[in-house]
């Protein structure tokens, strides 16, 4: 299963962006599957951003996080979203979808991993 990220790019601070996600896999069990956001910003260890459930009733976010950014789906259209507000430079990082049959903020619950897209916050 390929996880296909899109949406980064350069922003100032203050500003907001939209990450999507898409899995290229029609028979990919979408519906069913955790999906999440990781990033890994200059110098620093990869790091949980988010995951919300299959039933898109169940989020979990980073607590430096929480009330920036809000995770979404639409498995009709097998598509994962990452609405991100208020970005500061510190939020500049790489963001990569993943997806997995577990939950939490552990990088083993997810099986799956996108390629990564770079969002960079300027000042």
């Known amino acids: 299963v390929q996880l296909q990220a899109c949406g980064g790019g350069l922003v100032q601070a203050g500003g907001s962006l939209r990450l999507s996600c898409a899995a290229s896999e029609p028979t990919f069990d979408f519906e069913y599957i955790t999906m999440g956001w990781f990033r890994q910003r200059p110098g620093k260890e990869r790091e949980f951003v988010a995951a919300?459930?299959?039933?898109?009733?169940?989020?979990y976010y980073a607590d430096s996080l929480r009330g920036r950014f809000n995770i979404s789906r639409d498995n009709a259209k097998k598509l994962v979203y990452l609405q991100m507000n208020s970005l500061k430079p510190e939020d500049t990082a790489i963001y990569y979808c993943?997806?997995?049959?577990?939950?939490?903020?552990?990088?083993?619950?997810?099986?799956?991993w996108g390629q990564g897209t770079l969002v960079t916050v300027s000042s």
């Open positions: 993943v997806a997995g049959h577990g939950w939490g903020s552990s990088s083993s619950e997810y099986k799956y």
């Open positions: 919300i459930d299959w039933s898109a009733r169940g989020k």
